[in-house]
């Protein structure tokens, strides 16, 4: 089975600009979160969306947003970057309901300047 | 206010020594804890986990202990390889609806042969 995709894999845009990364969950898996991993913060949950509606929220601003689509492969803007959006960007996929594992992908790298 | 705190930030130990990590967290009402070990430039890969009803559970060398009184689980590597020197995060369910994870910041294992 394939793993978990990400795309892009690096990105490097400049303050003010959006960008828009994607996510190809694991066959079969209807859930699909995301996280920010910064060097000072660690791990930060972000949101989690499964079958399309958005299931839990983490503590971030408006300018983060996310989505699902039909096939479970899930999108997440962020708009009006700042410097401190730099981060690796991951998202995981899991069966959503039963077994509560995560497998997550490779990470986008974000850097904003 | 860090949820799950991993209190060490790094540990070295020898090849087929006993490795044991540590994590402790706050809120009484997670109900499920997991383990995942991370290299450089890849996602978190999923090791082990454990429900808040039992005590331990086991995967060949890898077995997890959870305190529930203490609010305290413990990740124990038996014998130790060069391998596992990786950064090792703990994480608990953010609630019984989803699948969502609060990480600590977890804690880089060295093993030297």
């Known amino acids: 089975k394939a793993g978990v995709t990400q795309t892009p894999r690096y990105l490097i845009k400049t303050r003010g600009q959006q960008v828009t990364l994607s996510c190809s969950p694991i066959?079969?898996?209807?859930?699909v979160s995301w996280y920010q991993q910064t060097p000072g913060q660690g791990l930060q949950f972000l949101f989690e969306?499964?079958?399309?509606?958005?299931?839990n929220k983490g503590n971030f601003p408006g300018r983060f947003s996310g989505r699902q689509f039909s096939n479970s492969r899930s999108e997440m803007n962020v708009s009006t970057l700042e410097l401190g959006d730099s981060a690796l960007y991951l998202c995981?996929?899991?069966?959503?309901?039963?077994?509560?594992?995560?497998?997550f992908g490779p990470g986008t790298r974000l850097t904003v300047t | 206010d860090q949820q799950v705190k991993q209190n060490s930030p790094s540990l070295s130990v020898q090849e087929g020594r006993i490795s044991i990590l540590n994590c402790d967290y706050t809120n009484s009402m997670f109900d499920y804890f997991l383990w995942y070990k991370k290299y450089p430039a890849e996602g978190p890969t999923f090791l082990i986990s454990i429900s808040s009803i039992k005590d331990k559970n086991e995967d060949g060398r890898f077995t997890v202990f959870l305190n529930k009184s203490a609010k305290h689980l413990s990740l124990h590597i038996v014998p130790s390889q060069p391998g596992d020197s990786a950064v090792y995060f703990c994480a608990a369910r953010v609630n019984q609806a989803g699948t969502a994870l609060i990480f600590g910041k977890g804690t880089t294992l060295s093993v030297s042969s």
């Open positions: 066959s079969g898996h209807r859930s």
């Open positions: 995981a996929s899991s069966l959503g309901t039963g077994k509560r594992e995560q497998y």
């Open positions: 969306y499964f079958s399309e509606t958005q299931r």
